[in-house]
């Protein structure tokens, strides 16, 4: 891809738009910063790990992201020339990883709706980090479609896939879907994807979300299914994200308490963190020894709401239309389309992140429980953004 030509301005203005609203956007300029493959936030946390939504749109209806009653037939998704082009998140991701970015995770909305998704995964893969390796390129899918292009994600650069999956009985999965569609064809997208080999080195993995009243009977099935397997399985707290799914804490089953169920039927070992701000905690099945072992495999528990883990984010995300979040309960975005596509250079873009980057300093998990609730929230005129349009 060719360079556009720079600019003849020193400084590039940055503009700041809260998330899908119109109206004037606020803006500053900086001096340029060169990308050196360290860059950290105000708290002095580096930047590790990009997000990437290819698309706002999903083939679920889940009610803790996308209640139907909110995203019916008449919602007004992003229009084709709003979403960033392949070439442009390719030339955005490049300047992440300039900046110290190692993983970069494609999710939506549903990523797999995007066309010709395996082409922007050829893409990244043939990028390369300032010390010559290439970036680690993950997934996160309902699964609906992957039995049919888990080989071609694969043969493309792909390697590791998370599959998010409520439930193994088929009325409760059918139910928190939305959309009637069938367990059976999830779990026939998992086992196309081990056979791809996208569960090489616990490379698969299956979120659930657990919201209390709902699918926590389903935590001992899920974990009967998956061990021994090849799959990790992560049983995530139900969140408070955006500002259409309803939540209260009621629905909330504590990570604790997982644990605690699955304790009466397995035998678990706690484990260490596989890499700097991982979200999971892990816990290894153990064997006749009492010791872990690797061949039933782990679960993870991610406690977003009971244990915040702000403390160590490392996590940057690119919306759809070229906004980056630095929280998923974020309420504003920084606009990196509007650079894209209004002849900045590489250096400038790179600086641009480096601005916004530096200025981060978003720990709302971790202040929110000792906060009234009504100061919790966002002001006015400000709501979080939904999690179907950063990912999650």
Not at 165 to 170: A, M, N, P, R, S
Not at 228 to 254: K, S
């Amino acid at each position: 891809m060719t360079e556009p030509s720079p600019p003849t301005a020193a400084n590039r203005i940055i503009p700041v738009a809260d998330w899908r609203r119109p109206g004037p956007q606020a803006a500053e300029t900086h001096p340029l910063i060169p990308a050196q493959g360290l860059l950290q936030d105000r708290l002095q946390r580096p930047l590790r790990d990009l997000r990437i939504s290819v698309t706002d749109r999903c083939n679920f209806r889940c009610g803790y992201c996308m209640p139907k009653e909110v995203f019916d037939k008449n919602y007004p998704y992003l229009p084709h020339a709003s979403l960033l082009s392949f070439e442009e998140i390719t030339r955005v991701a490049a300047q992440f990883l300039a900046h110290g970015v190692r993983k970069i995770r494609l999710t939506g909305g549903e990523p797999l709706l995007r066309k010709n998704l395996e082409h922007l995964i050829e893409m990244l893969a043939a990028l390369r980090t300032p010390e010559g390796l290439p970036p680690e390129l993950t997934l996160t899918t309902n699964g609906s479609l992957l039995a049919r292009k888990a080989r071609a994600l694969r043969d493309a650069g792909l390697q590791r896939v998370t599959v998010s999956l409520d439930g193994l009985d088929d009325a409760v999965f059918r139910r928190m879907n939305d959309v009637d569609f069938p367990v059976a064809d999830v779990l026939a997208g998992i086992e196309a994807a081990r056979d791809a080999g996208l569960g090489a080195r616990g490379g698969l993995k299956v979120n659930m979300v657990v919201k209390r009243g709902t699918n926590e009977h389903e935590i001992l099935p899920m974990a009967r299914h998956f061990r021994g397997r090849g799959v990790t399985l992560r049983f995530i707290e139900y969140m408070d994200v955006g500002a259409t799914n309803g939540w209260r804490m009621d629905e909330v089953l504590p990570s604790a308490q997982v644990i605690e169920r699955l304790q009466t039927e397995f035998a678990l070992v706690p484990l260490e963190a596989a890499a700097p701000g991982e979200t999971a905690q892990r816990w290894g099945y153990a064997g006749p020894s009492g010791q872990w072992d690797p061949s039933l495999g782990e679960v993870g528990v991610i406690s977003s709401v009971t244990q915040a883990f702000c403390h160590d984010c490392n996590r940057a995300r690119l919306s759809t239309e070229g906004q980056v979040y630095l929280c998923l309960f974020a309420g504003q975005g920084h606009d990196l389309r509007s650079l894209l596509r209004g002849g900045a250079s590489d250096a400038e873009l790179a600086s641009a992140i480096a601005h916004i980057w530096q200025g981060r300093s978003d720990r709302y998990s971790e202040l929110r429980a000792s906060l009234p609730a009504e100061a919790a929230e966002p002001s006015p005129g400000r709501r979080r953004v939904e999690m179907s349009y950063i990912g999650g």
